[in-house]
């Protein structure tokens, strides 16, 4: 029978979508999956002669941390080191330990000879690892995300009453001479509407201080728990909802594509006139520019960031040097209490590594047999990209609850295990807007947590076993999509994809065929088949500079419609995209970065 596992919420992406006023192969279905659990890896062996690991920590680490590890390893703390000092070290060790902003490169690992068998991120961030070397030197990369929620949260309280009661700004006017009481009358918290977008773990713990402070607090996240939510008296709106309704705003997301400068001019649009906003997440959520420009004119009143895109700033950068602005030194997970759980995370967690466990924080791909790793590769790549495809395609930013993903195989059940698969659709799904790093060994839990539910169906074919998958299939249920061509006869959103050379291509998007390949600009158009429309796009792009990739047209004979499909090599503007969606012929499009 299909195994059903608990999910996440849904996400969406904020990609640009217009719309003006079932086709998969009917086999029969057996559910019949391999899914038992993997074994871990075996311990791995010291090199060294009293047999002993020996972990090089390349940068500070608390004590409590570096006890552990001595009690375990032989333990060679150097802090500052160059890097050509890191790279004559590295290879007479086992694991390395780093904090977020030294650089694992891919010279590092060519360094350690292959012996380097795990590297630890003292954080929460990955982006300072060449995963890519990792893997191909077969080295487990982990990191400490779960430690500094607290100091986070309740760093994001200081910054949030200090920018409502004017703290920093009247602290400098007193130290200068002045005692200017009128200019620093400031807003009272209670009784105001907090809008936390991204209810994770900082997020809830933001909400919970702020209804504390007697605010009114609503919360965006797809993700997010209901019962959670309501178990503090936190409201879960739609990310149009929380911008358009909050005194303040709080940033509590991942950075990732569809996240990235989330808040820009059009969003700052549609805010309250006066919003004050909070910033100790990602520097790359906010236009920069475009905040300045808020401020300037009165659309936002206060902002306070711990973060910025880059670090640490120019001396001209405007935001920084802006009077209604506060700015900390990246100070979120900065306490004495933080840095201590931080480093007996990290500690912990490259000892289980070295031991021969996995980790849950292990950010990089599975240490399974290469050969498996090798073959399985291109639907991995298939099935994180048909997850993320999918779920932006949801309308209005709003939440899922139901998932089934249909494989398709001439495989017997035991020679196809779906874990990596099924941690592959988790990750397309949740990570794109969630806190949380989704791994091939955390990626049931995670979903779990987040309280949706996935099923998966295997549909057997006959013909020849040479490749493990013919094609992957995703449905959302009870979900508005933004782009009607997308939803199946069922009424699910439903989207279906091959390897073919090796890459992924989308082959069917709602009832409609289609081929294209599944990364980077897509754009989709269900137009009326009529003659001169792919001319029209042409143009417009054209005329725009945007390069077209590849381009097909499939036709339906429901009321003579055609699915156009195009990969573009850039980013079209909305302005060129508005052109498009004016073609008397088009009845709708989409368009989406994977």
Known sequence: ??????????????????????????????????????????????????????????????????GILRDFAEVDYAVDLAPEEL????????????????????????????????????????????????????????????????????????????????????????????????????????????????????????????KGLGMHVIAYDPYASGHLARAIGVELVTFDNAIANADFISLHMHLTPATQKMLNDET???????????????????????????????????????????????KDNKLVQHEKVIVTPHLGDSTFEAQGELAIEIAEAVIKALEGDLPSTVVNEPMVEAEVLAELRPFLDLAINLGRFAVKLIA????????????????????????????????????????????????DSVAKQRGLRITEERVNLTGSPEYPLEFIQVQIANVDSRFDGAVSTSGEIEVEGQVKDGLPF???????????????CILLCRAIDQPGSIGKIGSILG????????????????????????????????????????????????????
């Not at 100790?280 to 306070?304: K, N, P, Q, Y």
């Not at 989308?506 to 980077?520: C, Q, S």
């Not at 195009?566 to 994977?594: M, S, W, Y």
């Open 1 to 66: 029978m299909g195994s059903t596992i608990n999910l996440g919420k849904a996400l969406a992406t904020g990609n640009f979508a217009s719309s003006k006023p079932a086709l998969s192969p009917n086999l029969a279905s057996s559910v019949s999956l391999c899914q038992g659990p993997r074994r871990p890896p075996a311990p791995l062996r010291a090199s060294s002669d009293d047999d002993r690991f020996t972990v090089l920590v390349a940068d500070e680490l608390g004590e409590a941390g570096l």
């Open 87 to 210: 790279c004559a070290r590295i290879d007479g060790c086992d694991a390395l330990i780093v904090g977020s902003e030294m650089k694992v490169s891919r010279d590092l690992f060519d360094c350690s000879r292959g012996r380097l068998k795990v590297v630890g991120i003292a954080g929460g961030g990955i982006d300072n690892v060449n995963l890519a070397a990792a893997n191909e030197n077969r080295c487990l990369v982990v990191n400490a995300p779960n430690a500094s929620a607290s100091a986070v949260a309740e760093h994001a309280i200081a910054l949030l009453t200090a920018m409502a009661r004017n703290v920093a700004q009247a602290a400098v006017s007193v130290k200068s001479g002045d005692w200017q009481r009128k200019k620093y009358v400031g807003m009272s918290l209670s009784g105001k509407t907090l809008a936390v977008m991204g209810f994770g773990e900082v997020g809830f713990d933001v909400a919970r201080r702020a």
């Open 268 to 314: 700052f649009a549609k805010m309250k006139k006066g919003v004050q906003i909070l910033n100790v997440a990602h520097g790359g959520l906010i236009d920069e520019d475009a905040l300045v420009r808020a401020l300037d004119s009165g659309i936002v009143s206060r902002a306070a960031v711990d973060v910025l895109i880059e670090e640490p700033p120019t």
């Open 396 to 443: 209005g930013r709003g939440g899922f609850k139901t998932v089934k993903v249909t494989y398709a195989s001439a495989r017997e059940p035991d020679q196809l295990d779906t874990k990596l698969l099924r941690a592959g659709i988790i990750k397309g799904l949740i990570e794109p807007i969630s806190s949380v790093i989704v791994n091939w060994v955390n990626g």
């Open 506 to 520: 989308l082959t069917k998007i709602g009832n409609f065929e289609v081929d294209v390949l599944l990364e980077g």
């Open 543 to 594: 005329e725009a500079n945007v390069n077209i990739g590849f381009m097909k047209v499939t036709r339906t004979a429901v009321d003579s419609e055609s699915m156009i499909s195009i990969k573009l090599d850039d980013q079209p503007t909305k302005e060129t995209l508005k052109k498009i969606g004016e073609i008397a012929a088009i009845r709708e499009f989409v368009f989406l970065i994977v």
